[in-house]
């Protein structure tokens, strides 16, 4: 048996390459004992539908990753297309959170974090488990409520850019 190659791809190449990879744009949010935080993440994915699931990547150099750390529970936000003004305030770092959150229509489900009005679509999670990964902690959630609108265009990352990405118009039988 060889021994296993250590090499690894170049960062430049790796973040090129995912460059190439559209995904949904989120609002993380929290609120609790920790305090309230809320960042732009694309990095969200279902696990499992059985107890309903998702994983969040958060970058650990963030000052969120703490507080949603500390709150153990968070709320994925899934961005409209309208809503790209959102995403800019939460992506930016030295924004004050006040700051932040006057950008949106807000209220609370059932962990108390903040839930968007007019997004796609709202997952309010409890957090189950943590595991570090390289440079992010990898927060995975149990969905203790939800709510969609499915009449909205919603808002992807790809190629470095937001973009509208639209409902798929129904098809008629000949």
Known sequence: MSEVDKRTVDKAIFREAMAGLGAAVNVITTDGPGGLAGCTASAVCAVTDEPPTLLVCINRAS???AVMRENAR???NVLCADQ???AMRFATKDLAIETRF???D???LETGAPALRGAVSVLDCE???ITEVGTHTVFFCEVKAARAT????GLIYFARGFHRVGMVAPTHAA
Not at 150 to 153: E, I, K
């Open 63 to 65: 000052r969120n990753n």
């Open 74 to 76: 968070l709320c994925v």
């Open 84 to 86: 790209r003004d959102i």
């Open 102 to 104: 006057a950008s949106g």
């Open 106 to 108: 807000w209220d609370v």
């Open 127 to 129: 957090v189950t488990s």
């Open 150 to 153: 499915s009449a909205l265009d």
